[in-house]
C-alpha cells in the first residue's frame, strides 16, 4: 500500500508562483511514476506533470514553460514548481503514483488532494 500527502497549495495572485510537494510512503514507490493532476469544479481530472523514477519528465502543454516537475533522490518525494499562474490554474492538485506514462487510467494511487486557488 501506498500513501500519497500532498502540501503547498494555497492562494496567490495572478502571475506569481507556488511550489507543490507530495511525499509517497510505501514499499517500491521508487520505482514507479510520480506527477501530478488537477480538477477545476464540475470539470474532469486533467493531467499536469510527471516524472519516472530515472528523473525522465513530461508535462501536459498548458503548463509547459511555467512548471516544473521534479524529484527528490530518494524517489519518495514530488515537486511541482508553479510560476506564472493564472486564474485557469485554479484547481485542486492531486498527487499519483503508477505506471509511465501515468494517464489517468495508470494512475494505482491518488493522495487526496490540494487546492490552489489564483485570483486575478
Known amino acids: 500500500q501506498v500513501q500519497l500527502v500532498e502540501s503547498g497549495g494555497g492562494l496567490v495572485q495572478a502571475g506569481g508562483s507556488l511550489r507543490l510537494s507530495c511525499v509517497a510512503s510505501g514499499r517500491h514507490v521508487g520505482a514507479y511514476a510520480m506527477g501530478w493532476f488537477r480538477q477545476a469544479p464540475g470539470k474532469e481530472r486533467d493531467f499536469v506533470a510527471a516524472?519516472?523514477?530515472?528523473?525522465?519528465?513530461w508535462s501536459a502543454d498548458s503548463v509547459k514553460g511555467r512548471f516544473t516537475i521534479s524529484r527528490n533522490n530518494a524517489g519518495n518525494t514530488v515537486y511541482l514548481q508553479m510560476n506564472s499562474l493564472k486564474s485557469d490554474d485554479t484547481a485542486t492538485y492531486f498527487c499519483?503514483?503508477?505506471?509511465?506514462?501515468?494517464?489517468?487510467?495508470?494512475?494505482?494511487?491518488w493522495g487526496k488532494g490540494t487546492l490552489v486557488t489564483v485570483s486575478s
Open positions: 516524472v519516472n523514477w530515472n528523473g525522465e519528465t
Open positions: 499519483a503514483s503508477g505506471p509511465k506514462p501515468l494517464r489517468r487510467r495508470d494512475v494505482t494511487y
